[in-house]
């Protein structure tokens, strides 16, 4: 199908002007537009697919379903001094971004009352979960407001960018935070890595299909 006068332009030049034989195709502004071999501004209509992708969102529960197929580390991000006292919430939307240099990320529920403080402090602390420490998962992920008063104060560790959860972490990262995403009803929070500390060679903890699971080797 054809329009006219349109600018969308959907393939690159190099396919665009190439046909089955490899040999090259009119140009948009050499489509002839009659017999007469008149030209015009005549160029494809982009296929339906994107459109209807726009218009039609995925089922909620098919995209729930099929994240939960995919498995993550637990960690339980925290922030602190001086906006806020020592808070923190589990999150599994976490992931390395670069290298060069070095930076990561982590997802926040507009919902989550960490997130304000976050925002404000600008900084936070990932501590990535050890297998077995399901209980304090799950105490990150409640609506606790002060989710360190039960938490055995050699614990943890204070930092400038928020507690680390040494007693039961494999590992942390020390963030600053460099940019924030607003991404539909959660925030991407982008983090500067300034310090990281490896705790123990111990399994992760491990969520997939809705539940925490450990390591099982192949
Ligand atoms: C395994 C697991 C992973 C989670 N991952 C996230 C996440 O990536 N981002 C998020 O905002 N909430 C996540 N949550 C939910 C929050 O931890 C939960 O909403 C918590 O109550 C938020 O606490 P807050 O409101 O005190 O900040 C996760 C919960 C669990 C159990």
């Known amino acids: 199908m054809l329009c006219i006068g349109s600018s969308v332009n959907l393939s690159p030049p190099s396919i665009q002007n190439l046909n089955d034989q490899g040999s090259e195709m009119p140009r948009e502004s050499e489509v002839s537009a009659g017999a007469k071999g008149q030209t015009s501004t005549l160029r494809p209509l982009p296929s339906e697919f994107p459109n209807r992708a726009l218009s039609m969102p995925i089922d909620e529960q098919i995209y729930k379903d099929i994240m939960s197929r995919h498995p993550s580390g637990v960690t339980v991000v925290t922030t602190g001094e ?20 070095p930076r990561l990320l982590v997802v926040v529920d507009k919902q989550s009352q960490t997130l304000q403080p976050l925002l404000e402090n600008k900084a936070f602390t990932v501590s990535l979960l050890v297998a077995g420490a399901e209980d304090l998962a799950m105490h990150f992920a409640s609506k606790d407001p002060d989710k360190f008063a039960e938490l055995p104060p050699d ?59 450990r390591m099982v080797p192949v």
């Open 155 to 213: 614990s943890y560790t204070e930092l400038a960018s928020g507690p680390a959860l040494v007693a039961d972490s494999t590992a942390y990262f020390e963030c600053r935070s460099v940019q924030e995403i607003e991404a539909g009803d959660h925030w991407i929070l982008l983090g500067a890595v300034e310090r990281g500390k490896i705790l123990s060679d111990d399994e992760p903890l491990l969520y997939s299909e809705r539940r925490f699971r």
């Open 82 to 101: 001086p906006v806020s006292r020592a808070t923190g919430l589990t999150v599994n939307a976490f992931c390395t971004v670069s290298l060069h240099p």
